[in-house]
């Protein structure tokens, strides 16, 4: 029996339960059963009407619409743009391009079972020399992207593209397409400056594909190559062209966008200085093997305008040539670039010693030794210290580089001579000086743009280093074990520093860049490389500037003048008069040059050798003319011996070059 809570008593056959606001509860009326009849019906009809069409096409007419989708796919092609030749200073290319050929595998085309697209990846592997392995990891880097092309190899023979086209039907997928090589005139000549183009890795795509880079582009991996990317690549165009399912051309390549070329880049190098400063460090080398100093194998030169920065020539040895990243790469010719244990045995050619090398500069430093011993007021030019073969401080003999002097000397004949007892001296003045004063002799040597990257437009590059007590405290925590005796700045190197010894290290490019402070006055230069980017003139036209970036302008360091002037007094001397240390080099140069002598101690691990071994790196850097500087040059040769032996007569080659005149070698060399 129903029962019914509310006001209105249940009444029997009700449709839904009573509304005790109403006096009848609802009912399924004949109304309301006809229009959901109606409903019903209609979307019956429409379910219907979907499920025909649906089968019409899928069974009526599938296979027409198979073929259409077969024999109409439209792959968009890149039409890729040549990159801009780098020129030197005076328009010789250094850098250009070549016609060649790429091939390109399209994912999306490949057989669809895998023993088959196993089969073609082989053959194409045999065809082109690339490991399967590395198509196969080219293929997974892409998965997610079917429809762009894979590089899988640039600049084929010409066997292997009459190969491919004539077996065109054993390798749906692939295609040949018109691509651009880079091309070394010059062979080894300023490599790596110019560094190399390679296809964008993985991870650089990711961070460049927001700049419009594809992951097939080739971009710049090191040198100018890789600063001045943006201007050198150009923009490539785009085609279109139908294909069949299997990748086969079914009509001619419509172009949509046509190419932009690249944008010449002319750079500050002189390519005949360039060739001179190589040529140089090699017969830099030979001198030290000459002078039993057998180990010499490796060094730097750079040659500076002292007015702007403008870097003339930055030669690094061993080097390499650029085009052994050009079309198929060999792993054996590639190995001391990329192979870390190879790379040591072959003493890492890759390496830009200019710039991304340091080592103790020696008596090169003792010009800063002297101006900042001035500026404090703990010498004046003409005040007399001792120079003998022996400097004793606080229980501990620090030796001059020669036991043959002893005599009282001013500031100009001790930089002449290169006495390292008197720089002694000076380095225990910095040492004794109150706390409250600092550290001026490191803070000058930082204001001189030592210890600190110089901003060149060419990398990577080190910063080197000045080291202060603070440094020593933060190299030599506690937390790692080291004493209260490793962490605290000693007497003795201060008195070290003093003379470019210790634990201080400077690039050749920072030690030119010093000696053009010197040579220009008291300013400090920003060096670079690049001069602007320019559109070939055609028919005789001349370029175009489109952008020029010059130099920064010098900034000034504030040393004084006067204290200056004798500097650039003592390094005039070291070259001509009868005690300096390379005037057996420059003494009889018809162009008055100045410049300092350098030979510093480092423990160095040799190729071949299981112990560290104390070794001379040989250094000078000067200027010249001597009255009004156009050229720095600063050389150096690794494991060199003395600087009068090997790294001055180097620097003497590039000035030859440079001023079209002949020196004369004498015996009398040293320091």
């Not at 090699?282 to 007015?307: F, K, M």
Request: glycine share 10%; with cysteine.
């Amino acid at each position: 029996m129903a029962s019914w809570t509310g006001d209105t008593p249940a009444r029997p056959g009700r449709f839904l339960p009573g509304d005790p606001r109403v006096e009848e509860p609802y009912r399924l009326t004949p109304q309301l059963a006809f229009r959901v009849a109606i409903l019903a019906f209609v979307a019956l009809g429409v379910f219907a009407v979907l499920f025909l069409r649906l089968w019409a096409l899928q069974v009526l007419s599938g296979d027409k619409y198979l073929a259409v989708a077969n024999d109409n796919r439209v792959r968009t092609l890149r039409l890729e743009a040549p990159r801009g030749p780098v020129i030197d200073s005076n328009g010789h290319v250094l850098v250009e391009n070549v016609p060649g050929t790429r091939v390109e595998l399209w994912p999306a085309d490949l057989p669809k079972n895998w023993p088959a697209q196993r089969r073609e990846l082989r053959a194409l592997s045999d065809v082109t020399g690339i490991p399967l392995r590395e198509i196969l990891a080219q293929m997974n880097r892409h998965a997610g992207d079917p429809l762009t092309p894979i590089v899988v190899q640039r600049g084929l023979r010409q066997d292997q593209i009459l190969y491919l086209r004539e077996h065109g039907f054993q390798f749906p997928g692939v295609r040949l397409a018109h691509s651009y090589l880079r091309k070394y005139p010059y062979r080894a000549l300023a490599a790596q400056v110019l560094g190399y183009v390679g296809q964008i890795s993985p991870e650089e795509y990711k961070t460049l594909k927001k700049r419009g880079y594809q992951p097939t582009d080739s971009i710049g991996q090191a040198g100018i190559e890789s600063t001045y990317d943006t201007y050198l690549r150009g923009k490539d165009g785009k085609a279109q062209l139908t294909v069949d399912s299997r990748g086969r051309p079914k009509g001619a390549i419509t172009p949509l966008a046509n190419y932009t070329p690249g944008q010449a880049l002319r750079l500050t190098i002189d390519i005949g200085l360039q060739r001179a400063a190589e040529k140089a460090l090699v017969y830099g080398i030979q001198r030290a093997h000459d002078a039993s100093y057998a180990r010499a194998d490796g060094g730097a030169i750079v040659a500076l305008n002292p007015n702007d920065g403008a870097i003339l020539a930055m030669a690094s040895y061993p080097t390499y040539q650029p085009s052994i990243f050009v079309g198929r790469k060999d792993p054996k010719k590639l190995a001391p670039l990329l192979d870390p244990a190879v790379a040591e045995a072959d003493n890492h050619p890759g390496i830009n010693r200019a710039i991304n090398a340091a080592y103790p500069p020696g008596s090169t430093f003792k010009p800063v030794t002297a101006l900042a011993a001035m500026q404090e007021h703990l010498v004046t030019p003409y005040q007399t210290l001792l120079c003998s073969p022996d400097y004793l401080a606080y229980k501990q003999t620090f030796h001059n580089w020669t036991d043959l002097i002893y005599q009282w000397i001013d500031l100009k004949t001790a930089l002449a001579m290169s006495c390292d007892t008197y720089f002694y001296e000076l380095g225990k003045r910095f040492y004794l000086l109150p706390p409250d004063r600092g550290h001026p002799l490191q803070g000058w040597a930082n204001r001189f743009g030592l210890g600190e990257k110089t901003s060149v437009d060419v990398g990577p590059e080190v910063p080197g280093l000045i080291p202060t007590p603070e440094w020593r405290r933060q190299a030599y925590p506690a937390s790692q074990g080291f004493g209260i005796v490793d962490r605290t700045w000693k007497p003795g190197y201060s008195i070290q520093m003093a003379i470019g010894q210790g634990q201080i290290l400077v690039t050749p490019l920072q030690m030119a860049r010093l000696y053009a402070l010197i040579a220009n006055g008291g300013k400090l230069v920003t060096p670079h490389i690049a001069d602007d980017v320019e559109l070939t003139g055609s028919g005789g036209q001349p370029a175009r500037v489109l952008r020029r970036f010059g130099a920064q302008p010098a900034q000034p360091t504030g040393v004084d003048p006067t204290a200056l002037s004798y500097v650039q007094q003592g390094l005039e001397e070291a070259t001509h008069s009868a005690i300096g240390t390379s005037a057996g080099v420059f003494g009889s140069f018809p162009v008055d040059i100045a410049g300092k002598t350098g030979s510093a101690e480092k423990t160095v691990r040799l190729p071949g050798f299981p112990n560290p071994s104390p070794e001379v790196q040989s250094w000078w850097c000067g200027y010249g003319p001597y009255d009004k500087p156009t050229i720095v040059v600063c050389a150096l040769i690794e494991n060199g011996g003395h600087g009068g032996t090997s790294a001055a007569p180097a620097a003497l080659k590039v000035f030859e070059h440079y001023f079209g005149k002949t020196g004369q070698l004498s015996t009398h060399i040293s320091d």
